[in-house]
């Protein structure tokens, strides 16, 4: 299956500070990756959808100004957590998009994560 | 942004049991597909359904697309100790780019 790998699996940070997270796609490319965060106890929530070459989209509610998204390549998106807060405080996961054959079948496999914690 | 409802929302099972968790939306997808995830771990993929009233196994784990397209249930036969995790839906719209909307997500604990 398709290999995506995230880095780092777990950042301690001082409040003010900026913490760039890493996200590769192995062996396949990728034209879209996600960002998602998840707080304890409770469900995947979308950030933003991150296409090579192009701008990121955010979902409502997401300040991309704090929350910035590169995605420079095929096989890489970087998430950079910009003068980070406590409440910024979470588990950020991102996927990647692979396509299947069918652009409907795409499927998205995800990272294994990143716990932020700012201190 | 909008979830899913799923349920129950965690449910705790004697090993060798069957599990039954469903996941329902006020709106209709075109693919539904569910997902495993261990703490400390992104989710993994189990099963994806692309039709409806599609029925596609994985071992022993057996997911339906619903015909209304609003909803998706997957059974686990057979539970045993490493089943033990968060197990989410997510739906994807038409023309929405591979974006997935999550299901609140099922916990399962298996007794020995």
Known sequence: ????????????????TSVKIECRSLDFQATTMFWYRQ??????????????????????????????INHASLTLSTLTVTSAHPEDSSFYICSASAFQGNVAKNIQYFGAGTRLSVL | GQQLNQSPQSMFIQEGEDVSMNCTSSSIFNTWLWYKQDPGEGPVLLIALYKAGELTSNGRLTAQFGI???????????????????YF??????GTASKLTFGTGTRLQVTL
């Not at chain 1, 299956?1 to 003010?16: D, E, L, N, T």
């Not at chain 1, 469900?43 to 192009?54: C, D, H, I, P, Y």
């Open chain 1, 1 to 16: 299956g398709a290999v995506v790998s995230q880095h780092p699996s777990w950042v301690i940070c001082k409040s003010g």
């Open chain 2, 89 to 94: 839906c997510a739906g994807r719209y038409t």
């Open chain 1, 39 to 68: 707080f304890p106890k409770q469900s995947l929530m979308l950030m933003a959808t991150s296409n090579e070459g192009s701008k990121a989209t955010y979902e409502q509610g997401v300040e991309k100004d704090k929350f910035l």
């Open chain 2, 68 to 86: 209304t397209r609003k909803d998706s249930f997957l059974n686990i036969s057979a539970s045993i100790p490493s089943d033990v995790g968060i």
